[in-house]
């Protein structure tokens, strides 16, 4: 069972939210700024999180934070950026042990709090607002091989081309961590604006989840939140396109495996039941070990060592991903279209039908069971303006019928296909 | 039918498991988790990878085994004549799957609900093989795209790489999946032998956490597993000398960045010493440059080490390596200063402030996996291969001093048996 989510108001256009659950044994503390991804602002905003990682005013020392958190039983912080539907966010997190498990009866959930809140809106800037010159060269540098590092693995290096190729020119397609030409041209004079751009304009999202005591931890926040000079900017939607032309293209690279992506646009869902509708489609289809993809592409035809689908919500796209020997790219792909007709017509038994709504089913009943997972799912509830429990999202799932997904699978355009193949890199 | 169970609990954290000791031969440890809403089981055997040179009761002599058998038989055991294991599992709705480790192989599932429909599937597709010469045949293209796929993968290549750099004869140095020729050689008959000798209820064991019913574990046993034979097997002693191969080996990938493992190569003990011995070797790892270390804010300032910089202690039956891994554009420079930090550990000792921060680092890592439902299992599933309670692991780390730390580096670590692996662009 998930506890409920405890949502308040706690300054302007700053909430707190909190799950308490007793059988932890250490609490998670985030704090996302949530803001528009825009692609002029995207690479400066990510560099943020890395250098709020270095220090702070009560901590301004990389060596010493980093004993201070290893002092506190290992206690993990993490800084870095995501990206949702159309919204950049910014999370630095901590996770730590509980008080009942502080060998020295520390008061744990107080003092990560206020260390959390240091690290976010009282960075050690110097006398002009500067974060150290030392922090903006290694974090951009770092930012810099981050953005490259795509290349390291090549599952998700091709999706990442695939949907560059769909989403060039909508919010979307903004890289996660920017871009290396705007990375090279962040300043300290833009970095620091960009901090106090996000703490000023972003919505201010706190997640706390674990046994502990969140009031304390609220009051830590609200108390520092209530400080700061705030003009949250208004979010919009970012609009789903539901059609483009069809765009392929291919890379060369020093590889032994070929990987296929194909990514088919759903359009923008009018519905929660048609969004439903499209998460059935794709789990049947590509995401068990016993779907359509799988049984058929691997399992049967030997096609490929992995053949996957999953659809992402925020952004109305089905991505199918496959990694395949060079020369069966024509017959692979063939078969990957085909099974999406068959979908659409009908072609799949009451069993595979009720199986895969039993493993989606099975999965929404884990989310409680880890911290992490406990706040990416509220979380991403948040974001996207829907917060539902995963019962009632699994309530919701079980409405689907065999029709729906047909629907859902008749709508699905192939948008992008991109291939990696063998040989010298271009 | 009952069982005598015994009841073995944590003081520390609070937490307690079970252990039944099945007249089938198998062993069972259960640890219900209140609170939780998944349980996952993963039942498997103390033998993977570095098997490949074993003798038996039958056959009297050693007997050598292609590369990757392990794996293909784990591939294959999800067969049977009517259908796979995953069709089964997907009317219970489980999430299912499998792995092949160095010395070890589990099946495994999670759920929430239908468990007893899923415990029973996952003891009876395992305890019934069935290969075919066609359903082997079949498995050689799948497991070639497997493979590639490693070769492929920067992260595999360098750790591989590293181990053929760190190990004369282990068989530990040994790609998983083996090779597309190593993988021709396996017949049916011959996973029919491999599993006979190994997957013998004596050499296995299951494990279970978090939200189940412990008698519908027992009923399920009770139905499905037949009473095993007497288990003798014999592994081939490797005769690992101390050295190293090399102390440098590099590939070109495309990379953005190099990648680099460094691996300090430890002195195996018995498998249980190896375990227990990696808690303290952790917390000495920690010590030597975790990210409140003067040395790893030296390398870090200089922009030779990176956030992706991380460490491991890699230690199973008769192996146990330090792993330091991580991004950089001077790998050379980063091994000689770790190599030269160990050595002035290992001879001056670790000053008590870093004892303390690299201490309670390890124990909140060990409290922290006690609160997860796959931490649970995989621990005691891992601990019971080298006959480890698992709560003995977090009392290691607590009850560890610096001196104790220090003397088992220094009886299983010598700075220069190490070696440093890179990926190039």
Redesign the interface.
């Known amino acids: 069972?998930?506890g409920t989510l405890n949502r308040k108001e706690i300054g302007k256009g700053a909430y707190m939210n909190f799950v308490n659950?007793?059988?932890?044994?250490?609490d998670r503390i985030s704090l996302c700024l949530v803001t528009p991804l825009e692609k002029e602002k995207a690479t400066v905003n990510a560099l943020v999180p890395?250098v709020l990682r270095k220090g702070c005013k009560s901590c301004p020392d990389?060596?010493m934070l980093?004993?201070k958190?290893?002092?506190?039983?290992?206690?993990i912080l993490d800084a870095d950026v995501a990206k949702h539907g159309g919204s950049q966010i910014i999370e630095v997190s901590i996770?730590?042990?509980d008080d009942r498990?502080a060998?020295g009866g520390e008061n744990m959930v107080e003092t990560a709090a206020k260390l959390l809140s240091d690290i976010v809106f009282e960075p050690n800037l110097d006398e002009n607002g500067h974060f150290p010159e030392?922090d903006l060269?290694?974090e951009r540098?770092?930012l810099i091989?981050t953005i490259?590092?795509?290349?390291?693995?090549?599952r998700g290096y091709a999706i990442g081309k695939a949907l560059g190729l769909v989403f060039e020119n909508e919010p979307f397609g903004v890289k996660r961590y920017g871009y290396v030409d705007d990375a090279k041209a962040i300043t300290a004079e833009s970095l620091a604006k960009a901090w106090r751009e996000l703490v000023k304009t972003s919505r201010i999202e706190v997640f706390f989840a674990g046994p502990g005591d969140a009031a304390s931890a609220e009051k830590v926040f609200e108390e520092r939140i209530s400080a700061l000079e705030r003009e949250p900017i208004e979010e919009k939607e970012t609009e789903i396109v539901a059609y483009s032309e069809l765009k392929e293209t291919e890379e060369s690279?020093?590889?032994?495996?070929g990987k296929l992506v194909m990514i088919f646009r759903m359009g923008a869902p009018k519905t929660e039941h048609e969004k439903n509708s499209a998460r059935v489609l794709s789990a049947l289809y590509g995401g068990?070990?016993?779907s359509k993809l799988?049984m058929n592409v691997?399992?049967k035809m030997?096609l490929?060592?992995y053949a996957d689908s999953h659809f992402e919500r925020s952004s109305g796209v089905l991505i199918v991903d496959c990694?395949?020997?060079f020369e069966n790219r024509e017959a692979a792909q063939k078969e990957i279209i085909r099974q999406l007709e068959l979908v659409a017509e009908g072609d799949f038994t009451d069993?595979?039908f009720e199986?895969t709504e039993?493993?989606i089913?099975?999965?929404?009943?884990?989310v409680?069971?880890?911290l992490y997972s406990v706040e990416g799912w509220y979380m991403s509830g948040i974001v996207e303006n829907n917060v539902v429990t995963p019962e009632e999202d699994a309530k919701a799932i079980a409405e689907i019928t065999k029709e729906d997904v047909m629907k859902s699978a008749e709508k699905a355009k192939l948008a992008a296909v991109f291939f990696l193949k063998g040989g010298e890199?271009a | 039918m009952s069982y005598q169970m015994t009841k073995i609990e944590s003081k520390r954290l609070g937490d307690c498991y079970y252990k039944v000791e099945h007249p089938s031969g198998l062993t069972i440890l259960m640890a219900p988790m209140e609170g939780f809403s998944t349980a996952y089981a993963m039942f498997g055997t103390a033998y993977g990878s570095i098997d490949t040179c074993i003798k038996t009761a039958e056959n009297g002599e050693f007997v050598k085994l292609p590369e990757g058998i392990a794996h293909y038989l784990e591939h294959k055991l999800f067969e049977s004549e009517e259908c796979s294991a995953f069709e089964r599992y997907a009317k219970t709705g489980a999430n299912a799957n499998a792995f092949t480790a160095f010395d070890r192989t589990a099946y495994l599932f999670a759920c929430s609900d239908k468990f007893e429909e899923s415990i029973e599937i996952l003891l009876d597709f395992v305890t019934h093989p069935y290969f075919t010469p066609e359903t082997v045949a079949k498995e050689q293209g799948i497991i070639g795209q497997e493979i590639r796929m490693y070769d492929d993968s920067a992260d595999w290549r360098v750790l591989f790489n590293l181990l053929g750099a760190l190990y004369h004869k282990n068989p530990v140095k040994i790609d998983i999946a083996g090779t597309v020729e190593s993988i021709a050689e396996i017949t049916a008959d011959l996973l029919y032998d491999c599993y006979n000798t190994f997957y013998n209820l004596h050499n296995m064991v299951l494990t279970v956490a978090g939200k189940f019913d412990m008698d519908a574990v027992l009923k399920a046993a009770d139905k499905v597993l037949k009473p095993a034979e007497d288990f003798y097997l014999e592994r081939a002693v490797c005769d690992e000398p101390e050295e190293v191969v090399e102390n440098y080996v590099e590939q070109h990938l495309p990379v953005s960045v190099p990648m680099f493992n460094i691996g300090f190569k430890g002195k195996t003990g018995t498998e249980a010493e190896n375990f227990c011995g990696s808690i303290l070797d952790e917390i000495f790892v920690e010590a030597l440059c975790d990210d409140f270390t003067k040395v790893y804010r030296e390398l870090y300032d200089e922009g030779i080490i990176n956030a992706t910089f991380g460490s491991e202690v890699f230690c199973g039956r008769d192996y146990i390596s330090i792993f330091l891994s991580g991004e950089s554009r001077e790998p050379e420079k980063v091994y000689a200063r770790l190599k030269e930090e160990f050595e002035h550990l290992l001879e001056h000792g670790i000053p008590e402030d870093v004892f303390a921060c690299a201490q309670r680092s390890v124990y909140g890592h060990y409290m922290r996996s006690s609160e997860r439902v796959t931490g649970v299992a995989t621990s005691l599933f891992n601990c019971h291969f080298p006959g480890v309670d698992m709560y003995e692991l977090i009392d290691i780390a607590a009850n560890a001093t610096p001196e104790s730390v220090i003397e088992r580096a220094k009886a299983t670590y010598h700075p220069e048996n190490s070696a440093l692996s890179v990926i190039k662009p």
Not at chain 1, 21 to 26: G, L, R, V
Not at chain 1, 148 to 154: A, G, I, P, T
Not at chain 1, 253 to 257: A, G, W
Not at chain 1, 361 to 366: K, V
């Open positions: 069972m998930l659950d007793k059988k932890f044994k250490s890395f990389f060596t980093n004993k958190l290893a002092e506190m039983y290992g206690a996770q730590f042990t498990f060998i030392i060269e290694l540098e770092y091989d490259e590092s795509d290349l390291n693995e090549k690279m020093d590889i032994v495996q068990t070990a016993f799988f691997r399992e030997s490929c060592y990694g395949i020997e069993e595979e199986n039993g493993a089913a099975n999965s929404l009943g884990s409680g069971d880890t890199n």
